[in-house]
C-alpha cells in the first residue's frame, strides 16, 4: 500500500502508513546539520562541511515571509551565544524558486524544517515540499510555549508522505514527546533551550541558546527520551566528537551539530565521524 496525500490523511483523521524515517534516511554519518545552521541548502564552497554530514536540514521555512527581529538580536553568554532573529526566511514560494534545483540536485538527502505553532497552516507547506525532488523528510519546529494538544494537532496537520521529525523545545520535550508521537511523528529532534540576557539598551534579550553549556541538559533528556522508547535525534550544544559519540551511545539515531559549524575546525572534528 502506497502513502496517502497530506489531504486525504486530514480528510479521514486517520494516520496513513509512511516509509519509517529510517528507510527513507540512512544517516551516514548520523551527523546532521541544526535547522538555522548552514542556511536554505547546501553550497558548493562548503563542500568540505558537508563531507561529514548524513543529510542537509534547511533553515526555518514559513509559507508567508517573516522579518528579522528588531534591535539587537545576539548576545555572548558564559560558554554560549543567545540569539533572537525572529527567524526569518522570504516564504516557501520564494524558497522553493531559488533553491529547488539545489535541493534536488544535491549529493545530501534535503530535510526541510518547517516552523509550526503560528499563525500559518502546515498543511499546504507539506504538499508542496511533497513534490520537491530530493526532500526526503520534514522538520516540524515547535515553540517554546506550545500546549499538549496544540502540538498534536500541529503534528497531525503535518503528516503526508514524508517521514516526519518533530522538533521539541528542549525543556519541555519530555513532556511533548508521547503526545506527538501518538499523533504520528516517527522521531523527535531537540531544539535549543531558551534563555535571556541583559540587552545593550536596557531591558532583556529573549531567544535560543546555544553553546557547550547546553550539552549536559540535552544528553539528559536524550537518554530519557530513549529509555521511553521515542526515536530521538540529539542536539545542543554538541562541540566535539566526544559529546557526538556519547549521545549515539545514549541511543539517538543521529546527531545534530549547531553553532560549533560556524567554527574553521569543524571538519577537523567530525571528519571520518563513522569510519
Known sequence: ?????????????????????????????????ASGSLGYAPKVENQKTHSFLGAFVTKPLSMRPRTPARGQRLARVPSGTLLHSGQPNPGLSAVLQTYGKRWAESPLPIIAHVMGGSNDPVGPMIERLEMQENVTAVELGLPWDISIHEAAQCTRDALGELPLVVQLPLA??????????????????????????????????????????????????????????????GAGGVFSRANATAMLKAGAIAVQLDTILWRENAQALFESFNE
Open 172 to 233: 519541555r520535550a519530555y513532556d511533548l514527546a508521547g503526545a506527538v508521537v501518538d499523533a504520528g511523528a516517527q522521531a523527535v529532534s531537540l531544539g535549543p533551550p531558551r534563555g535571556a540576557s541583559p540587552r545593550e539598551e536596557g531591558g532583556l534579550l529573549s531567544g535560543r541558546l546555544y553553546g557547550p553549556a547546553v550539552f549536559p541538559l540535552a544528553l539528559h533528556m536524550v537518554e530519557a527520551l530513549t529509555h521511553d522508547g521515542y526515536p530521538v535525534i
Open 1 to 33: 500500500m502506497g502513502a496517502l496525500p497530506a489531504t486525504l490523511r486530514r480528510i479521514i483523521g486517520k494516520q496513513a502508513w509512511c516509509p519509517p524515517l529510517m528507510d527513507r534516511i540512512n544517516f551516514s554519518p548520523p551527523l546532521l546539520n
